[in-house]
């Protein structure tokens, strides 16, 4: 089972800043199918990457994602004060089986 | 609009049985994955399992292999997560969200609402 570790843990910036969060797996994941979502209190996650550099529908272009074989990063451009939540990605395979999430990261208002 | 949604909030004691669902609405439901998340406490996200409701084909987690049960029945567009024995420790919101077409589990989107399970004495 492939381990994501994600760093890190907790990201103090303010709005207007660049965030960048890591995702590291334990091994390559297959033709980058790593996702990213958002969180936010009391609410279920929301897709915003998918096949490590897609945006889903509606996801604000100052949303990226890059990365390949072993090493993941989201990109948030310019925080907006939406964009305070905890963020989580996922390796999902090319076949069916276990799909693994990471930790999470909490990007929090500095 | 694609949807799911699930089941409302239950409060169960330790070792009684449970099965909260998901309903899917607003595509064709036997030609997605469907995945169950677990999500404890203050903690992060945990794949449980997931199901392809056109031939109920079923694959877990290790960590949830045995614990509980993933189905599903098309006829009525909804998937389940069942418990035979419930324990305090499966105390958490339950998460389904639709996964990929056949072969490939995709990645989840949309998701449904959540259920919360409380197992208390």
């Known amino acids: 089972e492939i381990v994501l570790t994600q760093s890190p843990g907790t990201l103090s910036l303010s709005p207007g800043e660049r965030a960048t969060l890591s995702c590291r797996a334990s091994q390559s994941v297959s033709s980058s199918y790593l996702a990213w979502y958002q969180q936010k209190p009391g609410q279920a996650p929301r897709l915003l990457i998918y096949g490590a550099s897609s945006r889903a529908t509606g996801i604000p272009d100052r949303f990226s994602g890059s990365g390949s074989g072993t090493d993941f990063t989201l990109t948030i451009s310019r925080l907006e004060p939406e964009d305070f939540a905890v963020y989580y990605c996922q390796q999902y395979g090319s076949s069916p089986g276990p799909g693994t999430f990471g930790g999470g990261t909490k990007v929090e208002i500095k | 609009e694609v949807q799911l949604v699930q089941s409302g909030a239950e409060v169960k004691k330790p070792g009684e049985s449970l099965k909260i669902s998901c309903k899917g609405s607003g595509y064709s439901f036997t030609s997605y994955w469907i995945g169950w998340v677990r999500q404890m406490p203050g903690k992060g996200l945990e794949w449980m399992g997931i199901?392809?409701?056109?031939?109920?084909?079923?694959r877990y987690s290790p960590s949830f292999q045995g614990q509980v049960t993933i189905s599903a029945d098309k006829s009525i567009s909804t998937a389940y997560l069942q418990w035979s024995s419930l324990k305090a420790s499966d105390t958490a919101m339950y998460y389904c969200a639709r996964g990929g077409q056949w072969p490939f589990p995709g990645w989840f989107d949309p998701w449904g609402q959540g259920t919360l399970v409380t197992v208390s004495s």
């Open positions: 199901i392809y409701p056109g031939d109920s084909d079923t």
